[in-house]
């Protein structure tokens, strides 16, 4: 055997292969050559009372005290916490007439005898809206910067020129404190559409957020029973839907959830999704529902892990992948 001969061939075969590296690595994308981080992500099952719209005081501490509590059990990446929060505290400024013992259209009609240069519930939130953005903006960048964390921070109704009127809008915080995303929710209720006159948003301008080279989509709530996601998020990491269901959790209505992030994530290449629900009572409204995080495998959607409860706050974990 010619060993001479045998290390030249497999020098050269080493420079044609490295050749051939040089020549595909341009083509090859970041987002394939970059390593997925784990994610570590802590749901927030809020459970809203009268009492935390009493004084933005009041609220801070009640949001302070949630956070502290999702990030007691160590790190985290990203913390969610479920649809319309940031609705309450649009209502601080008018605490003297939330009595829980009245029904919220006693309520309603007490505001417009005292206000009638307030003809509607879309005219207070208006007139709210810029005040209430600003102090949840403070709120959640202080809470976002002090934990290093992002934050989804729920929801709250602002008002969008391009859509000519309220949304119904998610925010999300950087570890910096500064507004990181927007979504506006697209499918709206009956409520939100008859008695609140809030407009959709636009269904293709849902890019989602990336939290350490994870990209994460956003519904919020009803939208999730739109099967028409299920082609614009044809890629992702994580599918978060941000609920607030506003009646009891019934055996009916456990079965409705199954019809909406488990039934769209099976359709997906999204391996992950996660279910956030608000809780509790505000005058005599309510709110119920299970949070959850789901693992999608080849459109075979499991339970990795669902709250022990559905009427009160709780804290769910998870680290993915």
Not at 32 to 60: C, G, K, W
Not at 238 to 261: C, H, M, P
Not at 298 to 310: A, E, H, Q
Request: hydrophobic share 40%; charged share 25%.
């Amino acid at each position: 055997m010619n060993y001479n001969s045998c290390g030249t061939s497999l020098l050269g075969g080493k420079v044609f292969f490295y050749m051939i590296i040089l020549l595909i690595f341009p083509m090859m994308s970041l987002t394939a050559m970059t390593p997925f981080e784990e994610l570590h992500t802590v749901i927030v099952q809020f459970e809203m009372n009268d009492h935390i719209s009493d004084s933005e005081e009041a609220y801070r501490m009640a949001m302070e005290e949630a956070m502290e509590k999702a990030m007691s059990g160590g790190s985290a990446d990203l913390v969610i916490f479920p649809e319309y929060i940031g609705v309450f505290s649009s209502l601080i400024p008018w605490d003297s007439y939330l009595d829980s013992d009245s029904p919220f259209e006693e309520v309603w009609a007490t505001i417009r005898q005292d206000h009638p240069e307030i003809s509607s519930l879309n005219d207070l939130f208006l007139r709210e809206s810029e005040r209430n953005d600003a102090f949840l903006n403070k709120l959640w960048g202080d809470l976002a910067s002090r934990y290093g964390v992002y934050i989804l921070s729920g929801t709250r109704l602002n008002y969008s020129a391009s859509r000519g009127g309220l949304v119904n809008q998610a925010v999300v915080y950087n570890p910096q404190g500064e507004v990181f995303y927007r979504q506006d929710k697209y499918f709206l209720t009956e409520f939100e559409e008859e008695i609140l006159d809030l407009r959709p948003g636009n269904i293709f301008k849902t890019p989602g957020f990336t939290v350490k080279n994870h990209l994460i989509r956003l519904t919020i709530c009803r939208d999730t029973f739109l099967n028409d996601w299920e082609t614009l998020y044809t890629e992702g990491d994580l599918w978060v839907d941000i609920k607030a269901n506003g009646v009891a959790y019934t055996e009916d209505q456990k079965s409705l959830f199954t019809r909406a992030l488990p039934a769209r994530l099976g359709n997906t290449d999204i391996p992950y999704g996660i279910t956030a629900c608000l809780t509790g009572n505000f005058l005599d409204l309510l709110w119920e529902g299970e949070s959850s995080i789901l693992y999608n495998h080849k459109g075979k959607v499991s339970y990795r892990d669902i709250s022990d409860v559905s009427d009160s706050f709780e804290i769910l974990r998870t680290k993915l992948p």
